[in-house]
Each structure stands twice: as C-alpha cells, then as structure tokens.
C-alpha cells in the first residue's frame, strides 16, 4: 500500500475502498465495477433531489434522465476508476453547500456531511480539490458579517485539517513524479 501510495498519482480514497471490497467480495470484474455501477446510479438519484429540491421536481426530472443516459456518466459507471464517485460527492456536496448557505439550514447533520462529502471530493480525486476550494472562493466573496466568516472557518477548516495528512504526497506527485 506504501509503495502504491507513492507510485499513484490519484489520491487514496478510491484505491482504499477498492482494496477493502476485494477482500470482502473477491476480485471478479463484475464485483470490481460494482462500486462503481451503484455510485452511478446513486448520482442519478442524487442530481434529481438537487434539482427537485432547489428548483423543482420537473427540473430535477430533466437533469436526472440526461445523467441517466449521457455517455460519460455511463462509461464511468463501468470503469473501476474514481470518476463517478467524483460525480456523486459533488452533487451531494454541492447539495449541503446550498442548504447550509442558500437556505440557511445549519442542523448539525448538514455540517457533518459538509465535512465528510469535503474530504471524500478531496481524498478521491483531486478535481475534488478543486471543487472545495471554488466553493471556499464563493463563499469568500459573499462574506460581507462576522457571521459568514466564523460559517467560512467552520466550513472549510474540518476539510483542510482532514486533508493536511495528504499535502506531503500531493506535493511530491505534483513536483516530482
């Protein structure tokens, strides 16, 4: 697992979870993809909430059946790779963005998978990266109170602290290999 954590570039997320379904469920291709297969279809179920919830049902409708049938989110969903599952937390992650900042919903349940959908983005792909931190430069230009930038903090510092173990090696992939 050393060697793979410093010979891969992706980050570990993915290969984590994969290691552990094999020893559980075997190493067939059919169980391999898998994972994959049902994080697809989780993502299609995931956009139509998001577009039922923050805007209507018949939106959420449309966005979920174009999902359903684009090529990549059909060709991911068939891989044993990390893209689906960048699909699928970012839409759950964009999901609790809005009902923490949009909507103002601050229930303990939604800061808690704020944090953890951040450091799953973060741990299984580094788009995921990218996608926290265009949300920390959102809401970065919508504080204008004292409120918002305690909400910033408590937002975004879970994810970073959560994610510092990684930073050596991400340093390492970036500049070296």
């Known amino acids: 697992i050393n060697n793979l954590i410093y010979t891969d570039s992706h980050p570990p997320g993915y290969q984590t979870l994969l290691y552990y379904w094999m020893l559980l469920f075997g190493q067939s291709d059919f169980m391999v993809r898998l994972p994959s297969v049902v994080a697809g279809i989780a993502a299609v179920a995931a956009v139509y909430r ?51 900042f949009l909507r103002k919903e601050q229930k303990t349940s939604h800061w808690v998978s704020f944090w953890i959908l951040g450091v799953l983005l973060a741990y299984f792909h580094y788009v995921g990266v990218v996608i926290v931190l265009s949300e920390a430069a959102v809401m970065l230009f919508l504080i204008s109170s004292g409120d918002r930038r305690s909400q910033f903090f408590k937002a975004f510092v879970p994810i970073f602290l959560l994610y510092v173990p990684w930073l050596p090696v991400l340093y390492r992939h970036l500049f070296f290999d």
Do not use: C, D, K
Request: cysteine-free; overall charge positive; glycine content about 4%.
């Open 50 to 100: 998001l577009g039922r919830v923050f805007l209507s049902p018949v939106t959420g409708l449309l966005a979920a059946a174009i999902l359903a049938v684009s090529y990549n989110a059909i060709y991911y969903s068939q891989e044993a790779r990390a893209y689906i599952f960048l699909m699928l937390f970012a839409t759950l992650h964009y999901h609790v963005f809005l009902q923490l």
